[in-house]
């Protein structure tokens, strides 16, 4: 099937790795896989960047999006790590790892835990496993999800981020704002035309005006739900310096 050249563009289109992260970013597009060049400063084959995909892979998705998501949502230090086994099967192989941290503050999941001390995340990176820093200084948040037997799993395609590299739009959204726009839609605009298509409907258009997905909109912008059912982008602070599609004060 012939495609245009900013189809092709889009296709093709590089995006930036979190830092720690070795996922592919994936998206399925009508029906069919989309690959991903990333930048990395390795080089990977085509038939190493599918291995890739079919071990771990993230669609991607704003901040906002993965934090309502997510059933847990704290800032922690992680003061250890264990390798421990996944399960009570014998006949499981599998490894995890397990990181006793320090809470700091939760900002959901207050319903279901009170204090989490242990988080766990597969041992391989394959299985979208998380590295960090168990020094007890470092400084996380960590999103993820609490599972039957009241464990925290969390994984690559969760947001986890030192906590300094968050801008201070982002801290203060953790609190409430992100969750005020949980019943939005925000769609990831990879070429024009981009438009909306529902009225609870955010575009986010990072990719399209700085070529990478976590971006100015990312790092300051929210999707609030309006009194109307509306959507819309809101940063809470100064006027921004770029303009995206689809922004106004609620």
Known sequence: MHRSAGEDQGLQMKTELKKGQLCLLDQ???????????????????????ELVEACSCAPAHPQQLICDSALVIRAKISSEKVVPASDDPLDTHKMIRYEIKQIKMFKGFEKLKDVQYVYTPFDSSLCGVKLEANNKKQYLLTGQILSDGKVLIHLCNY??????????????????????CGCKITTCYMVPCSITTPNECLWTDWLIERKLYGHQAKHYACIKRSDGTCSWYRGGPPPEKEFIDISEP
């Not at 399925?28 to 599918?50: A, D, L």
């Open 28 to 50: 399925n597009r009508e029906g069919s896989r989309t690959s991903f060049y990333i930048q990395t400063g390795r080089k990977f084959t085509r038939k190493r960047i599918q």
């Open 160 to 181: 986890i981020e030192p906590w300094d590299d968050l801008s201070l739009s982002q801290k203060k959204s953790l609190n409430q704002r992100y969750q005020m726009g």
